[in-house]
């Protein structure tokens, strides 16, 4: 069974840190990315990489405060989160999918995560 588990979300105040966990199993993925979604608003590109290293992206809101990472041996890619704002908080989802760019991981060869969630008080 192909599965992504989140973990690590929870409640911070501004300008504090999270580090969020996606564990994936069943099945090998070229990329992965975390995507948010906040109450009323569409699902959003946080950041992505490859499992195989290389360059990484960011959404430019992010850059500097977030950093996304790998463990191959563990099959888990981390999304570290710095300084956080209010605007930061949503559900953040892990995708595994065959590249990083953003419209691959949102494709129908990818596979997401149930989500876990941020809240960021001011």
């Known amino acids: 069974q192909v599965q992504l588990v989140e973990s690590g979300g929870g409640l911070v105040q501004a300008g504090g840190s999270l580090r969020l966990s996606c564990v994936a199993s069943g099945r090998t993925f070229v990329a992965m990315g975390w995507f948010r979604q906040a109450p009323g608003k569409e699902r959003e590109f946080v950041a992505a990489?490859?499992?195989?290293?290389?360059?990484?992206l960011y959404t430019d809101s992010v850059k500097g405060r977030f950093t996304i990472s790998m463990d191959n041996a563990a099959s888990t890619v981390y999304l570290e989160m710095n300084n956080l704002k209010p605007e930061d908080a949503a559900v953040y989802y892990c995708?595994?999918?065959?590249?990083?760019?953003?419209?691959?991981?949102?494709?129908?060869?990818?596979?997401w995560g149930q989500g876990t969630r941020v809240t960021v008080s001011s």
């Open positions: 990489t490859n499992w195989s290293g290389g360059s990484t």
């Open positions: 995708a595994g999918g065959p590249d990083r760019r953003p419209r691959f991981l949102l494709g129908p060869d990818s596979v």
